[in-house]
């Protein structure tokens, strides 16, 4: 773009930052991994992809396309390995120019090692589902379930703590435990809904959740079970703020329901969490709706449907310790360049060139 005035002009453009490290998440490690490379390279950047070691075989026959299509040498590399063995080494590189990273709590220590090199973040959440006494209670069950639920609850975007109003809330925990009990419990092979979580450490945390839970009185809708790293599927009533399943993120198929008397009280108990991904809302009202989404201190908040991350070119950020920056295909692009300027000084009427 070039901009002029009597005496100056100048023209800037963006240009790539150089290598760019890439390192997805095990839960979406080709999709989440893809969202990231095409970005880089549309900048015109190079790319070094660290794979999760849970989805490393995806991410490596992924990369083999790419150099079987052509691409030159050099251009996507792929380096596998424990994040805590060789995680600093990598973030920490002097050739790394930018770093585009998702997952959990592993993001805050790269920020604070990272210096200066520009951080794109997805971290963890606790999207909060708000349900007003007005809406769709059929679909506010649907929309816990699968929030909740798909993915065995590893997902950000999951629903972690439904905030829910008490008029409505035997209504909608009878409709949700109904649903609930048609999930099918097993390994993926057998195209289950609950399969096991990632590790066996994982399920030991969730498990602490619950029994930390189970202590301070909150109400068992299932009776609880686990074999080895598979659980089944968990609605926890009568959450109360001091669990503390209200607000860690478990990542698995557990969901606690926390029953408010107000809008006010669900909205403080969502901004009172370190995290801010997304938030969901539940009314009829629409200008109620909106008026709720303008302050939940979450990056995207749905309305009416549960969270997601959407098409990839919608923008998709988290405030506080969910992430830093905004993805999408324009915004990631964009902060994968920066701007370079250059001043053209023009010579004045009276000056001559001989």
Known sequence: MLCCSASHAISFIKVPLGVVLAIP????????????????????????????????VAALHMVHCFHLAGFPKGLISCVTG????????????????????????????????????????ELGGKDACIVLDDADLDLVAANIVKGGFSYSGQRCTAVKVVLIMEAVADTVVE??????????????????DITPVVTESSANFIEGLVMDAKEKGATFCQEYRREGNLIWPLLLDHVRPDMRIAWEEPFGPVLPVIRINSVEEGIHHCNASNFGLQGCVFTRDINKAIMISDAMESGT??????????????PFQGLKDSGIGSQGITNSI???????STVINLPSPSYTMG
């Open 301 to 314: 908040v749905q309305i009416n449907s549960a969270p997601a991350r959407g098409p990839d070119h919608f």
């Open 175 to 192: 409709k949700v435990n109904a649903k609930v009990a048609k999930l099918k419990v097993g390994p993926p092979e057998d195209d289950c």
């Open 82 to 121: 424990k994040g805590s063995e060789i995680g600093d080494f990598l973030t920490m590189h002097p050739g790394v120019n930018c770093i585009s990273f998702t997952g959990g709590d592993t993001g805050i220590a790269i920020s604070k090692k990272a210096g200066m090199v520009p951080l794109q973040m």
């Open 25 to 56: 998440p095990f839960n979406y490690p080709v999709n989440l991994a893809v969202s990231k490379i095409g970005p880089a390279l549309i900048a015109g950047n190079s790319l070094v992809l660290k794979p999760p070691t849970q989805g490393a």
């Open 334 to 340: 964009n902060m994968m360049t920066k701007v370079k």
